[in-house]
């Protein structure tokens, strides 16, 4: 059984003449890590400041980017998403918004005026090879979570069904019953991306937010502790994960309809060290980490992070090189 994961959708911003390839950072099978800011094309912008805010619900950035030349800077923006495994059998992973091209209800907006960004949507193997045209070509989204795509599927030409099986595209128990429950073998990656200009000598903001993707839930037992050592959950953190299963107890016995147990920790990952890839440092470096429930339990290896509210975790750095990555866990139960 897996822990509840929400997947941290983080600042994967790259900037390029054409749009490419995300980089990604799987920590295990069910964490889709994403990178952080790079910029490929000028060594000319500065990140002046970066405002990132954490949470298991919401993702929030505010960059300040100084275009330091003497001319405009006019260049592809790309917002590259994990890539996510269509395959339920292989990975529990719910999309925030499943019904909706735009799975993750992600916007933009820069200098306060929103953007509508194309979304681009490829369907790659597990080797990397690109299927997008074959299962175009069949009839089928790439996004096989969409409403409709089985009866699609169902749909199709018997020999056109055939094809996607034997090309290892779609599998079933039964391939042959029109009737079947088939399943993409593919997984979709998406990359939202516009066009932007960088006046020179000036400095432009941009903000985005959108939801997490979360994964698959299951209970927790203090058996799995050893599990979360990457997360530094130390014997505090641990008290405080039992606390919440007595909680969890106690309203069992008042209430047999809720469950004894509380369920797999929330993790996020952010890869913030491509954050390093700008002209210097980032100027002005402020985190938000919020745990979102007073009573949940937070647990990460992060030196000078300060609680300043009930659920808010800060840390400013200013001219900051980042040099590790950003993993944290919110154990709950409400």
Avoid at 118 to 136: C, H, M, R, S
Wanted: contains cysteine.
């Amino acid at each position: 059984m897996k822990a509840n994961v929400v997947t941290a959708l983080i600042a994967p911003f790259v900037f390029a003449t054409m749009v490419p390839t995300s980089v990604l950072a799987n920590d295990t099978s069910a964490v889709l890590g994403a990178g952080g800011l790079e910029l490929t094309t000028s060594k000319d912008i500065v990140m002046a400041s970066e405002d990132l805010y954490l949470s298991a619900s919401q993702i929030r950035v505010r960059y300040a980017f100084r275009n330091e030349s003497d001319r405009d800077i006019t260049t592809r923006v790309a917002f590259p998403l994990p890539e996510v495994d269509q395959n339920e059998g292989s990975e529990m992973v719910f999309l925030p918004a499943e019904d909706q091209e735009n799975f993750v209800d992600f916007h933009v907006t820069v200098d306060g005026r929103p953007v509508q960004p194309k979304l681009e949507q490829k369907a790659v193997t597990g080797e990397g090879a690109d299927v997008t045209a074959a299962i175009t070509k069949a009839g089928l989204p790439v996004n096989a979570q969409l409403p409709g795509w089985q009866e699609k599927t169902r749909a199709l030409p018997h020999e056109v069904r055939q094809h996607l099986v034997k090309q290892r595209l779609i599998e079933a128990d039964d391939p042959g019953n029109r009737s079947a429950d088939f399943d993409p073998t593919w997984k979709l990656r998406a990359t939202f991306h516009w066009e932007q200009t960088f006046p020179a000598g000036k400095t432009i903001t941009v903000e985005h937010r959108y939801k997490p993707i979360t994964g698959g839930v299951s209970s927790f037992d203090e058996s799995q502790f050893n599990d979360y050592k990457s997360y530094c959950l130390d014997n505090q953190g641990k008290a405080g994960v039992r606390r919440l299963v007595k909680q969890a107890q106690a309203a069992a016995q008042a209430d047999p309809q809720r469950s004894p147990n509380i369920g797999g920790p929330s993790e996020v990952e952010y890869i913030l060290t491509t954050g390093a890839n700008w002209k210097g440092p980032i100027g002005d470096f402020h985190l938000t980490i919020d745990k979102e429930n007073p009573n949940a339990v937070l647990t990460l290896c992060l030196s000078g992070l300060k609680k300043t509210g009930p659920t808010a975790f800060e840390l400013r750095r200013m001219n900051f090189t980042p040099k590790e990555d950003i993993r944290f866990a919110v154990f709950d139960w409400r």
